[in-house]
């Protein structure tokens, strides 16, 4: 489907010439973008919401959220969520979520101003991958990681990006493989 941009439904402006309403449509019809008051929304052309966030000052404030179209993988042609971002004053702020296809979540980081606080991933199994802490943008504190039948992988202390205390590694039925001392 393609988009007639000369097919604007209308923009309106407010006294200081910013655009707060604005539509776009696809040349079937079917809505295919709207700016309401700082609000942002894009459709698939089938009129299922693809894309949802806010700016304000031309800044990403409050959240981003994608939507996979499930028809590009499947038959199946509803959506599934696959981002959702927050933000504040154009920082991500808060939490980042992101999932597979299947609906299992993917990955989550937590952010202040656009700083790593804590990165988590999961296996498309849903089984958990790893956890990641960070500390004035340094690794800081337990890092874990597991094999992805929920068996721990392997468990470290670091401080500042530097090991501290001792480093133990698994094999996938949870037997110790390795055992180091810093």
Known sequence: MTINPEKCAY???????????????YTNGQLYWSIDKGYNRKWFDNGQLWKEYYMINNKMD????????????????????????????????????????????????????DVVYEEKEWYENGQLQYVITYKDEK???????YHSNGVLKFKINLVENEKSGEYIEYDEKGESILKMEK
């Open 139 to 145: 690794y800081n504190g337990e890092q874990t990681e």
């Open 62 to 113: 409050k959240y981003y959220k994608e939507w996979y179209r499930k028809k590009e993988y499947s038959s199946d042609d509803s959506i599934q969520l696959y981002i959702h971002e927050e933000y504040k004053d154009g920082y991500k702020d808060g939490t980042c979520t992101y999932w597979y296809e299947n609906g299992k979540i993917m990955s989550q980081t937590i952010y202040k101003k």
């Open 11 to 25: 923009k309106v402006f407010d006294e200081e010439n910013n655009m707060i309403r604005y539509e776009q449509k």
